[in-house]
């Protein structure tokens, strides 16, 4: 047996967290859910669906007949324009907190995934991305893109979207990341994620894809079973720092990325994603960031049998069975 046989922790350089990896586990009879996997067929528009053209959404607005991405105001938005609420200091500590959401349509086609795009309607979300990320982060301290994938990721509609909040703070997880940059760059004088882009590409067995702009990686401290890590090799702190060719290269990566997930199960892969770049309110103090993107898919072992952080996860700490290396496998062998 290796060392890769044995449990052993792995630090998450970008939160301080660490994450319990136990591949002897991979070897246990599995007796737990086994449902197969449902088979789902969409049509290209659905006149039910209150994100197609032409439909009429739940609030009353008629969408109209896009024909590329769609972006509109989130007609049920986690954060409102004007605080309400007061500070409240103390032990039970509040404080308010406003912003404004968008809802980002991909395609007009309700059966199209970000996975099945073409290059060009996926640029044409990336593009989305950009600028969205540039309006409002003149106006907001943090901008948070991001999307749930399928309903097993909780996913309101089919429909391929994503959406963007916005808000007048910094939250928790880009707060922790920012730190852990900040404080690699202080002690070693280089930014962190270019660091990791070094040490992943000299060990390459987590590497899934590459290009001469971004890499996806399952990075060495992955929690879920095929999470990804894509990565801007360039000095890039926000979305709308990229390129013209930064963003035809990250078309291209997502491209071969995203049908890789799909092919693992023969299924359109559920996941949660998000870009994490500096927040806006950081101005130009952020030369210890890098922009990254996250994708955490839940499935384990089929299309419809997922990782459940539950129990030991939920109680103590981050645990996994499949090696990051073992997933990163799989995957680049479907991404070639």
Known sequence: MTHADFPHRRLNRLTGEWVLVSPQRMKRPWQGETKPAASVERPGHDPDCYLCPGNERVGGTRNPDYDGAFVFPNDFPALLLEPGGDRRDGLLREEPACGEARVICYAPDHSATLARLDHDARRAVIDGWCDLSASLGHKWAHVQIFENKGSMMGASSPHPHGQVWAGDFVPTLVAREDGCQRAHFDQHGSVLLEDVIAAEQADARRVVADNSHWLAVVPHWAAWPFETLVIAKN???????????????????LGTLLPAYDALFDTDFPYSMGWHGAPHGSGEGCAHWRLHAHFFPPLLRSAEIRKHMVGYELMAETQRDLTPEAAAQRLRELAE
């Open 235 to 253: 000095d890039v702190r926000r979305l709308e720092e990229l390129t013209g060719p930064a963003r035809d290269a990250l078309a291209e990566i």
